[in-house]
C-alpha cells in the first residue's frame, strides 16, 4: 500500500513539474521552519519566495506595511496549476476614456520614459449573487499593463455563480494570467467568500515576474515566478485594480452582482523609483451593450478604493 501511494505522489510530481514547464513557472524553495521574513537577508527573502524589503530610508511607510505583512503568521503552500482554456482575462475594452466594457476600478499610468515594476493590493472577496437565471462571473485583481498595451500581468480571485432556477452553483478560487496566454488557476490555494486576500506582482524583467498571493484570513500564501507567453513582454504603461467582466468560451461574460469591493494597499512602483497609488489613477466605469454604468469606482484615499456594482 505504501509503495502504491508512494508511486501515485510521484505520478502527481511529474505531472505538477510538466505542468510548470509548459507554463514557464518556477517555484521558490520553500522557506524552512522557523523562518523569519523580519531578520532574512534581501538574498534569503529571494530565494524563499517573499516580496522585496522597501528601502526604509527612501519609503518608510512601505517599509512599515511590509514588515506588518511580513509579521503575520503564514503557511506556504507548493502551487498546484490549472489551465483555464474556456477562460482569460485580457487587455481593457474601451468604449471611452473612462468607460470600458470588462474593466472597472483604477488604471495609474507611468510618467513617461519609466515603467511599472511592481504592484499590489488587498481586497475582501465577494459573495456574489446571480442577477437573474444564467452563469454570470466577476473577477478581482490587481495588475500590470492592459491599458493602451498588448499584454497584461495579473492575479486575483474569481467568483462565479451558475443560476438554473432550481438550484444554484457557486465557485471561488484564486488564479493568475500573461495575456495572452490563457487564465491559469491555482487549485489548491484556499479562498472562500469573506477572505481577505493580498497580491503582489514583481516584474524582474520585461519577460519574467514574480507573483505573491497571500490568504490573509486562512494565513495561506503562495508565491512562483512566471516568463511570458512567446512573442510576448512587459510594456509596464500603467498599474491597475480591477473588478472585472472575464470572457469565457470566447463572449464576455455577464457580471455578477457582487455587492462592493474595497481595494486597500493599493500601490505601485516604477523602475525609478516612483510611487503611484489607485486613488489618484484615472477611475474606470464598466458599462453594459447600452451604455448603462453597472459597474462604477470611488476614490476614498491614495491607497483605498471602493468599487461597486450598479447594474
Known sequence: MAQVMTERLERAQQQQKA?????????FTPPPEGFNPLEASDRELLVHGFPARPDKEMHPELHAKWQELAARPMTHIE???AVRTDKWHGIRQAIADDTSTNWSGSVAFAPKRDEVSWVMGQWTVPDVVAPGVGSFYCSTWVG???DGSPDVLQAGTEQEILNFGFFTVRQTYAWWEWYPDFE???????????DVMFCAICVHSSTEAGFYLTNLTTGASTSFTK???RGTSLVGNCAEWIVEAPT????LAALARYGDVYFDLSIAGTEHNDLLYAGTGHDMIMVDQNNRHISTPTFETNELIKVAYTG
Request: aromatic letters at 6%; hydrophobic letters at 40%.
Open 19 to 27: 505542468i510548470h514547464d509548459m507554463l514557464g513557472v518556477r517555484l
Open 79 to 81: 502551487p498546484q496549476f
Open 144 to 146: 500590470i499593463d492592459g
Open 184 to 194: 491559469v488557476q491555482i487549485a489548491n490555494f484556499p479562498v472562500s467568500p469573506g
Open 227 to 229: 516568463t511570458s507567453p
Open 248 to 251: 469565457v468560451n470566447g463572449n
